[in-house]
């Protein structure tokens, strides 16, 4: 089987080429994202192998057919990015890795929520500049604060226990909610107008897309945080950062961005970046965002990779497809 990897990093690599120890598969790892400009970069490959920033719509998957692709095998549990209905029409099933670190993700928001309250990033730079003064960074406790989680999945969960641990009050949204999980549901109004903090671990659908927008965050406490490490495009980014500008909310911390595609993954330090929302929401004192890096582990990597050629090794055996996306 030869693989096609794209938006290769060196850390891919390391992970793909040690889990391929046990299959002997050749892969190829390519730098650009797969999408329509690329795509004719899988000539000659049996399997294509995106990531979270590909685009394989309609367009891209006639050509993966007419390169003679068998199998799209997303190295992410998300797959909001690949047209998989389209793909199988055309005889090319897609797989994922529905599950490698949940823990990654989860604790990354705790990461990200602790540097945004404690102010960490300005305490950074000022010991830095042996500038000890600790005017204007005020925290807060999360210690009895209230913690909504808006999907109750795999990440959501693990979400719940590391609230729990600081003390936390824990309100859950979800749409099917879960059993024999102990966590006090509610709905998703009620969820944003009384929660302290609000961080999102639910898919990117078609039903959820802005689902928090000018309305939902007028909803939401005039001192509540926002946490986001699921999919940018579940928040109306310009009405954020109209929130934070005009401080409706306290503070956003974001692992994605909605237009995060061909900027996230990528060095742009020396030319800057063309999109202005994201520009001023890096500048806002109350914001905090990283480039997608929540599933960014050695734990998770590992488990990609390992999944990943799994799901190969299923295929190319013609078994069924554990982790196919239907
Ligand atoms: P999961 O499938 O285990 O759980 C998702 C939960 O969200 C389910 O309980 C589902 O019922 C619920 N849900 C669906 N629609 C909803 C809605 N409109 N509102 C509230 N809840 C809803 O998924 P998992 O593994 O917990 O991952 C969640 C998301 O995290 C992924 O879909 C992906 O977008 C994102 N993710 C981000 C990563 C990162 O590096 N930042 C890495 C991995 C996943």
């Keep these: 089987m030869k693989i096609v990897l794209f938006d290769a990093k060196n850390y891919d690599k390391k992970h793909f080429d040690a889990a391929n120890q046990a299959y002997g598969y050749e892969i190829i790892y390519l730098e650009p ?11 000659g490959a049996d399997v294509v192998c995106p990531f979270v920033n590909c ?25 909001n990015n690949v047209d998989y209905k389209y793909a199988l029409e055309q005889g090319i099933p897609t797989v994922r890795v529905p599950a490698y670190s949940p823990h990654a993700v989860a604790e990354h928001s705790f990461a990200l929520l602790l540097a945004l309250v404690r102010k960490l990033t300005h305490a950074y730079v000022r010991t830095r500049e042996f500038n000890f003064s600790l005017s204007g960074l005020v925290g807060m406790d999360l210690y009895e604060k209230t913690f909504g989680v808006v999907g109750t999945g795999k990440i959501g969960r693990v979400a719940i226990d590391i609230a729990k ?4 009050h824990v309100l859950a ?4 909610p879960a059993k024999n999980l102990d966590v006090e549901y509610t709905n998703l109004d009620t969820l944003l107008r009384t929660s302290d903090f609000i961080s999102l671990y639910c898919p990117l659908t078609k039903d959820n897309e802005h689902m928090i927008n000018e309305r939902t965050l007028d909803e939401m406490k005039n001192t509540a945080f926002i946490i986001n ?27 994605v961005y909605e237009e ?6 990528t060095d ?19 914001a905090i965002i990283t480039s997608h890096q929540g599933y ?23 078994r069924t497809l554990t982790n196919q996306v239907k």
């Design 296 to 318: 960014l582990t050695e734990e998770a990597l590992r488990a990609i990779s390992e999944t990943t050629l799994k799901n190969v090794k299923e295929a190319e055996e013609g």
């Design 229 to 255: 490490t699921s999919r940018g495009a579940l928040i109306d980014s310009d009405a954020l950062l109209e929130a934070l500008k005009e401080k409706k909310i306290g503070g956003a911390a974001l692992d």
């Design 268 to 286: 742009q330090s020396s030319e800057g970046i063309a999109d202005d929302t994201l520009a001023r929401l890096i500048s806002m004192p109350n």
């Design 165 to 168: 641990g600081f003390g936390m």
């Design 55 to 79: 685009t394989i719509d309609s367009q891209v998957i006639d050509i993966l057919k007419e390169e003679g692709v068998k199998l799209i095998a997303m190295r992410s549990a998300g797959f």
């Design 260 to 265: 995060e595609a061909g900027i996230f993954y």
């Design 33 to 43: 994202a797969l999408n329509r400009h690329s795509a004719l970069m899988a000539k």
């Design 173 to 176: 949204y979800d749409p099917y």
